[in-house]
């Protein structure tokens, strides 16, 4: 099983013979092996050269890279080997053809929207009231066919997403973890710097399993084509922030793995802080490689795995093999 590899320290990191060898101020030396390594996330300042992103290609390894406040700033995406002209054109036609487009957008709200059902009704069944948020979210969900556009459909789903995240105050019961509300860059408290940490995380996450696949990421249907460098990722990423991002804040919450002295105040938000980073991305890679029984291959499946497989099923529904059927939970 390939492993992503994850870099705090400042340093310089090089190819040395067949491996890659990263050496880091302090002058501490790490072999990294290539066989086994998939992914590598960079959040010190790390120097490299040409040198190494030629064998990262020809290993067809991808560096994502993140600032120092743990922004998601952008990935060295190694050039596509699995490239495919059908499903590229097949990809644009669905694009630039309304109705087929938001037929694949309305389905990546439809699943997000059930995901984040699945989970309250799990916290419902132990003793949380979420009744009435949950009515609210059915009632928005009756809604999405109804949407003519993506902006009214990405309006649907920011109000979803509203309603949902105001269980998270009642599942946590803690005060240190009070959501109040959505924030971004910077968070302006606790639980928010978790989601956007873990929603970032994921993003790549999608990304790095798309160049797997014969997809291409610039080419997404919920979120529009656009500036963006990638869009893909981020309309698959909206069925499995549920399933993966938040379950495992809840969780972490819940079992005191990051508690009220893990942050700190910086930009004028609040911040995980270095080390906290670290439990957080030992959880994350302890999530991806976590094993589920799959019903369709009646056999166990990591959700990373689970990630590739919804996009062979986009991949088939392209090409007019089977209609997509986004991935709900059974929890």
Do not use: C
């Not at 630039?96 to 995901?115: S, Y």
């Not at 991002?245 to 893990?262: A, C, E, G, H, T």
């Not at 439990?279 to 890679?285: H, I, R």
């Amino acid at each position: 099983m390939k492993k992503s590899i994850y870099i705090f320290s400042n340093g310089t990191i090089k190819r040395k013979q067949n491996t890659l060898f990263f050496e880091t101020e302090d002058g501490e030396k790490k072999y990294v092996p290539v066989e086994n390594t998939q992914e590598i996330y960079i959040f010190g300042e790390v120097s490299l050269n040409k040198k190494l992103l030629e064998f990262l290609s020809q290993k067809e390894i991808i560096l994502h890279f993140f600032n120092y406040h743990g922004y998601y700033v952008g990935s060295f995406y190694p050039r596509e080997h699995y490239n495919s002209g059908l499903i590229t054109l097949k990809q644009a036609e669905h694009y630039l053809d309304n109705e087929k487009r938001m037929k694949l957008a309305r389905t990546f709200v439809k699943g997000a929207a059930g995901n984040m059902l699945k989970l309250l009704s799990y916290h419902k069944t132990r003793g949380v009231g979420l009744d009435d948020l949950m009515q609210n979210i059915e009632d928005l969900k009756e809604r999405i066919d109804e949407q003519r556009t993506t902006e009214e459909l990405m309006a649907i789903e920011g109000n979803i997403r509203d309603i949902y995240y105001k269980s998270f105050d009642r599942i946590t019961n803690n005060p240190d973890f009070f959501f109040e509300s959505r924030t971004r860059r910077p968070p302006q408290n606790r639980i928010n710097a978790l989601i956007s940490f873990g929603n970032q995380l994921l993003y790549v996450a999608v990304l790095g399993e798309i160049y797997r696949t014969h997809l291409d990421p610039r080419i997404g249907y919920l979120h529009s084509t656009n500036t963006r460098r990638f869009t893909l990722n981020l309309d698959v990423a909206e069925i499995f922030k549920p399933v993966i991002v938040d379950r495992m804040i809840l969780s972490m919450i819940n079992k005191k793995i990051i508690q009220k002295d893990s942050f700190d105040m910086r930009l004028g938000g609040i911040m995980l802080k270095e080390k906290a980073k670290a439990v957080f991305l030992k959880e994350w890679d302890k999530r991806l490689h976590t094993t589920i029984k799959h019903k369709g291959l009646g056999r166990n499946v990591s959700y990373r795995r689970l990630i590739r497989l919804e996009l062979y099923k986009i991949e088939k529904h392209l090409i007019g093999d089977k209609e997509y059927k986004p991935y709900l939970m059974k929890y």
